[in-house]
C-alpha cells in the first residue's frame, strides 16, 4: 500500500511539474497585439493592430470538425514542411473563424514579413494581412468545444445587445493552450464591431 501511495504521489508530483513547465513556457510566446478600450463585467472591447497570420481554409464546419486538421496543416508548415524546410516560431492564440467554413489561423511573428516567409509544401496555406479592428472579446476556461463555444458565443450577443453595442456576424474563436496544457487553459470568443 505504502509503495502504490509513493508511486501515485510521485506520479502527481511529476504532471504538476510538467504542468509548471508548459506555463512558463507559454509566458514566451508571442501574442497577437491589442489594447483593451472598455472592458465590462462579462467581456472587453479591444483594438487589435494590422496583423500577418498563415491561414488554411477548411471545408468542414465547427471546433470539432476542423481543429485537428488545420492545426495539423498550419503546425506543419511552422515546424519545417516549407520549401526551405525552416522552423518559424509558434504564436498564440490560434484563430478559427466562426462561419459557414472555417478558416484557421496563425500569427506571424512580427519579426518576419510576407516576402520572406519560405513558401509551404501544402496547397491551400495563404498569408493573410488582417487589418486593424475592434473586437469584443468573452473568456471562458478548460477545454473547448462546440457546445461551449456555441455557448459562449451567445453570450457574448446576449450581453452586447443589453450594453447597445452593435456587431457584425463575423466571429472567431481563439484558443490559447497547447492541447497538453491541463491548468489556467484560456479561450476566448471573439465578434468584430461596427
Not at 116 to 134: R, S, V
Request: no cysteine; glycine share 6%.
Amino acid at each position: 500500500m505504502k509503495i502504490i501511495t509513493i508511486i501515485i504521489v510521485t506520479i502527481l508530483l511529476l504532471i504538476v511539474f510538467v504542468q509548471g513547465y508548459f506555463i512558463l513556457l507559454q509566458r514566451n510566446i508571442e501574442t497577437y497585439p491589442y489594447k483593451v478600450k472598455k472592458k465590462y463585467d462579462e467581456f472587453e472591447i479591444r483594438s487589435y493592430e494590422a496583423t500577418l497570420f498563415t491561414s488554411v481554409k477548411l471545408s468542414t464546419k465547427g471546433y470539432k470538425n476542423s481543429s485537428s486538421k488545420g492545426f495539423s496543416i498550419l503546425a506543419g508548415y511552422i515546424f519545417g514542411k516549407n520549401e526551405r524546410n525552416e522552423k518559424i516560431s509558434m504564436t498564440s492564440p490560434v484563430s478559427m473563424s466562426l462561419d459557414d467554413s472555417t478558416t484557421m489561423m496563425f500569427m506571424v511573428p512580427k519579426k518576419l514579413n510576407k516576402d520572406i516567409l519560405p513558401k509551404p509544401n501544402q496547397p491551400g496555406i495563404e498569408f493573410k494581412e488582417e487589418p486593424a479592428k475592434t473586437l469584443a472579446a468573452i473568456k471562458f476556461g478548460g477545454w473547448a468545444n462546440d457546445a461551449k463555444i456555441e455557448n459562449y458565443k451567445n453570450k457574448l450577443k446576449a450581453v452586447l445587445k443589453k450594453e447597445g453595442i452593435e456587431y457584425s456576424n463575423k466571429f472567431y474563436f481563439f484558443g490559447y493552450n497547447a492541447p497538453y496544457e491541463i491548468f489556467n487553459r484560456k479561450n476566448e470568443i471573439l465578434v468584430e464591431l461596427f
